[in-house]
């Protein structure tokens, strides 16, 4: 079985910073490819940022810059640093990992930012 553990999102206003945690757990350890996607209603799911095994990265245009995609993989974990927060990037945001060709998702952090 496993398990996405997603933490770090809340309110924050704009211009600020939020840092996003995601632990995995099971019986996957350092997963191929972990990452970030976010998700608004009526939206559909879009990826934020993507970190492969060997710490090559991938970010959304929309976020080149701001954040900043990191992982441990002796904690089994992935990090999503947002800075300089803008109202657009509101949404839940979601952890991923591909490994062997599966997917698997957390449950989601919802991150709010307003004025």
């Known amino acids: 079985q496993v398990q996405l553990v997603e933490s770090g999102g809340g309110l924050v206003q704009i211009g600020g910073s939020l840092r996003l945690s995601c632990a995995v757990s099971?019986?996957?350890?350092?997963?191929?490819?972990m990452g970030w996607y976010r998700q608004v209603p009526g939206k559909q799911r879009e990826l934020v940022a993507i970190i492969s095994r060997g710490g090559s990265t991938n970010y959304a245009d929309s976020v080149k810059g701001r954040f900043t995609i990191s992982r441990d993989n002796a904690k089994n974990t992935v990090y999503l640093q947002m800075n300089n927060l803008k109202p657009e990037d509101t949404a839940v945001y979601y952890c991923?990992?591909?490994?062997?060709?599966?997917?698997?998702w957390g449950q989601g952090t919802q991150v709010t930012v307003s004025s």
């Open positions: 099971g019986s996957i350890f350092s997963a191929n490819v």
């Open positions: 991923y990992i591909n490994h062997v060709g599966y997917d698997y």
